[in-house]
């Protein structure tokens, strides 16, 4: 879904939206391990990297925007 957001992204948006991915990989890191950061920041790759429907993008920012005010508001 991260990954989705930041190809959804204008291209003046794409580094903050990859700084929110990594700040959320961080603290993955920090709670989880650096093995599931790691899978994490992989699969953030992969959703940027692999063709997907754009018109998803309204649904993967609202599911981005869950993410962050759960795990990054605090």
């Known amino acids: 879904m991260a990954g ?3 190809e959804c992204s204008a291209d ?4 903050a ?4 991915a990594m700040e959320l990989a961080n603290k993955i890191a920090i709670h989880f391990g650096l093995k ?3 899978n994490y920041v992989g699969a953030v790759g ?9 018109a998803e993008c309204s649904k993967s920012a609202e599911g981005w925007k869950e993410i962050q005010a759960k ?4």
Do not use: C, N, T, W
């Not at 003046?12 to 580094?15: C, I, R, S």
């Not at 992969?46 to 754009?54: E, L, N, R, T, V």
């Open 46 to 54: 992969y959703g940027s990297g692999h063709p997907f429907d754009k």
């Open 12 to 15: 003046a948006e794409k580094q």
């Open 36 to 38: 599931a950061a790691f």
């Open 17 to 20: 939206k990859i700084g929110q």
């Open 4 to 6: 989705q957001v930041v």
């Open 71 to 74: 795990y990054l508001s605090k």
